[in-house]
């Protein structure tokens, strides 16, 4: 599957369905193997070929060669793929027929709509293929060849998919008239203020015993003490640099990895020397993460990472050394892969609780998103009874 092959898995699914519809490849098989019924839903037959059609896309999309797949120590989870798939493909029939009974079907208004999200497709993956083009300083071409480059790789996928134009619109259709059967079957969901409620009381006692769990949390209710605010100047290696380091590390050669890194580090020492000295010497820290940081996502006054003990958003050495820092006090220049930080500490958290009315709109958005799965899965289950479902894992 080439790169837009593996983009657009992204983008096309089936409610709460991982890529069902969105990229399929088609393996030649004898016809007859073809025509065999894997599953009955609602009475109507599931062919195997179907079934390959999808799970031969699964297997390109993780990477499962005909090799792999003959290979008698992958024998179980080769099974559990294949089950795994013809439940999808028997829930995705389901849906189609709900959808149906419910006056959802592929029209020329979806088929407009689908036309329109392949164009914000397009749009998006080129402007991923302009910031990959950044990331390794390539030269910058117009945003037009971009686009040009998106919908070339997009011609590609559909020949390896053995899918034509329409047929791809066609089920980007059936896709956006599912999301929006599956919205009219939820939308006398809500969270109630005591759903907001019960879940901050609960999640807030939860990130009060753990405080580990706080930088996972859906939602933040609780700040111990020790966590503080800082802002960072990075001078960068290059990425050739970057990447020589990695390479090393990836290849076992710890000792070898640091030799490098410390060569590439020193060569940019002076710069990383130079920025520090005018920090010291009062410059606006933030003029000057415009004028020489890799990362400038901090320049206005109030930014800043908020880091503790354990974060992870830096490496040890650069996250210890920062929280050694009095307020307003900068670092000398730490080294890391990266290249060099200078951090400056600009506050000392407090201990906080983050209160009900701060916090009440993300955990409705969470509340609602969980109600709403609830209720969707039931319907699910309801659905999948009714369809008298058959299936015939055997055949596959």
């Known amino acids: 599957m080439n790169r837009f092959g593996k983009y ?20 030649v098989v004898p016809e007859k193997d073809r025509q065999r019924v894997v599953a009955e839903v609602f009475g109507e037959k599931v062919l195997k070929g179907e079934f390959l059609d999808v799970y031969n896309q699964q297997k390109a999309y993780y990477g499962i060669t005909d090799e792999i797949e003959k ?35 592929v029209n020329e ?35 037009e060849d971009y686009l040009e480059e998106a919908k070339e790789e997009w011609r590609q996928y559909l ?16 896709d956006i008239m599912l999301r929006e059967f599956a919205e009219k ?20 006692n939860k990130q009060k015993e753990d405080p ?31 990447e020589g380091y990695y390479d090393l590390i990836q290849e076992g050669k710890e000792d070898e990895a640091e030799k490098y890194l410390d060569e590439k580090l020193k060569a940019i020492e002076p710069k990383a020397r130079e920025v520090y000295d005018k920090a010291k ?22 930014d800043g990472y908020v880091i503790y003990e354990g974060s992870g958003l830096f490496t040890d050495e ?17 080294g890391s892969p990266l290249g060099y930080h200078i951090i400056k500490l600009y506050e000392k958290l407090p201990e906080k609780v983050f209160t009900l009315e701060e916090t009440k709109d993300d955990i409705e958005a969470i509340v609602l998103s969980d109600k709403r799965n609830e209720k969707w899965n039931a319907l699910l289950e309801e659905w999948k009874k009714e369809a008298n479902i058959k299936k015939y894992e055997n055949r596959l």
């Open 8 to 27: 657009c898995a992204m983008f096309i699914a089936v409610i709460f369905m991982l890529g069902l519809m969105g990229c399929t490849l088609v393996e």
């Open 71 to 105: 290979d008698s120590q992958y024998k179980d989870t080769i099974k559990e793929i294949k089950k795994d798939v013809l439940e999808q493909l028997i829930t995705l029939k389901v849906l189609l027929k709900k959808a149906e009974q419910a006056g959802f079907t």
């Open 109 to 143: 208004e979806y088929l407009d709509k689908a036309r329109k999200e392949l164009e914000e497709q397009l749009k998006s993956y080129a402007e991923l293929l302009k910031q990959q083009a950044e990331s390794k300083e390539e030269e910058l071409q117009k945003e």
């Open 159 to 174: 020949s390896e998919a053995g899918l034509t134009e329409e047929e791809y619109i066609q089920r980007l259709a059936e």
């Open 185 to 204: 079957m939820l939308e006398d969901v809500e969270a109630t203020d005591q759903d907001i409620r019960q879940y901050y009381d609960e999640e807030l």
């Open 212 to 242: 580990s769990i706080i930088a996972m949390a859906p939602v933040q209710l609780y700040r111990p003490a020790g966590w503080v605010r800082v802002k960072h100047i990075l001078i960068p290696l290059s990425s050739e640099d970057r």
């Open 281 to 302: 010497a009062g410059e606006s820290f933030e003029e000057l993460i415009e004028a020489y940081s890799d990362d400038k996502s901090t320049t206005n006054k109030e």
């Open 318 to 334: 650069v996250e210890h050394a920062a929280l050694k820092l009095d307020e307003g006090e900068v670092s000398q220049p730490i």
